[in-house]
């Protein structure tokens, strides 16, 4: 089976492209562009055949697909930051929805019979009433920021490519997910990279945070993966499903579990950049529609991930003070 990611080299992909190789009898294809850091799948890419292209170009991803005839296609590849939505709003729907505009119509015209997985976000739902928590995949769409439009956009244009031109699409919405690799601008890595720096002597003792009363519903990102691919396995096309835990933490909570896996005496001071403009209070979702259809359950507590998540850090902060160590020693010979 031809299994291409789009979006391999992001935070999500590296995960899937490890799932997707410890598949039996599968051929992994993926998309870079020019300017892509490969870090998260360097260890894989003997495994993986990578093209370049950028998804705003209809005239490339055309190519690749038509090169590629995927039987099947994880649709990753997205502005994937809700903070930098706020600043680049026209880059993240551009790139959002007319990059997935050019990748179905593409698919559309020289694969038709492949299946198209679309990974949407429970941004999607934005502001939320306590009375309808928890969120099922009925409830209205209200999006409160740019990237929120964007997942509503992808996710719709996902229905209407399967009704209208019987495509195999199948629209996940997965709640929060963290784990390693995860992107530093997200509250859960971005603490955990601090306490590494603070472990290691390169950051005062203090760990500035935004908005800590904020609840969401957390899952492993190797849990998020597995359930891709089982929506592409076993999910029913035109059918969207939500990804998640069905259980919701507080930010401050979250922060408090990573704060005792470390040794570290930290302090927490609140820095106003890091507050959004909009910001919805509680997001906890049911996944009971995903589970039903494909067996699917998330197996990695969060306590786990946090500490998977704090050894990934303490790793980098360990390569980079080898890395200026060796660049240093190289001056000094000069
Ligand atoms: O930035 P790059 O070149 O490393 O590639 C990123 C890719 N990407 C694109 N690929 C082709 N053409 C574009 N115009 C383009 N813009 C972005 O999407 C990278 O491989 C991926 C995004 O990775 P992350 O930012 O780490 O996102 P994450 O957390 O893996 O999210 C995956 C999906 C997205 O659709 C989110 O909206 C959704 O899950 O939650």
């Known amino acids: 089976m031809r299994v291409l990611i789009t979006g391999i080299t992001g935070f999500v992909g590296s995960h899937l492209a490890e799932f997707v190789l410890q598949q039996p009898d599968v051929e992994l294809f993926g998309i870079e562009r020019w300017r892509s850091k490969t870090d998260y799948i360097e260890h894989l890419k003997p495994r993986v055949m990578l093209y370049d292209c950028d998804i705003r170009d209809a005239t490339s991803i055309r190519r690749v697909i038509g090169e590629v005839q995927p039987d099947w296609v994880f649709h990753l590849a997205a502005q994937s930051f809700v903070g930098v939505s706020w600043t680049a709003p026209s880059e993240t729907l551009t790139t959002n929805i007319i990059g997935q505009l050019n990748l179905l119509e593409a698919i559309r015209q020289v694969a038709p019979r492949a299946r198209v997985h679309i990974a949407g976000s429970s941004e999607e739902y934005g502001l939320v009433h306590p009375q309808e928590l928890p969120i099922r995949e009925g409830q209205a769409l209200r999006p409160l920021s740019p990237y929120g439009v964007s997942k509503v956009a992808q996710d719709l244009m996902g229905y209407q490519y399967a009704k209208s031109y019987g495509l195999h ?17 997200f509250a859960t890595s971005n603490f955990a990279k601090q306490i590494a720096l603070i472990e290691a002597g390169l950051q005062p003792p203090v760990i500035a945070v935004g908005n800590l009363d904020a609840r969401r519903d957390f899952t492993d990102v190797r849990d998020i993966v597995s359930g891709y691919w089982l929506a592409l396995e076993r999910g029913e096309s035109g059918e969207v499903y939500n990804l998640c835990s069905g259980h919701d933490w507080g930010i401050g909570e979250v922060l408090d579990m990573l704060r005792a896996l470390s040794p570290a005496d930290t302090e927490i001071r609140v820095d106003p950049q890091r507050l959004r403009p909009s910001d919805v209070l509680v997001l906890r979702g049911d996944a009971s529609r995903f589970a039903q259809q494909t067996g699917w359950q998330p197996t990695i507590p969060l306590q786990q991930t946090l500490a998977d998540l704090l050894e990934y850090w303490r790793q980098q902060v360990q390569l980079s003070r080898q890395q200026a160590t060796m660049v240093s020693g190289a001056g000094g010979k000069r």
């Open 169 to 185: 699409i199948v629209r996940t919405r997965a709640f929060n997910h963290t784990g390693p690799r995860r992107g530093e601008v």
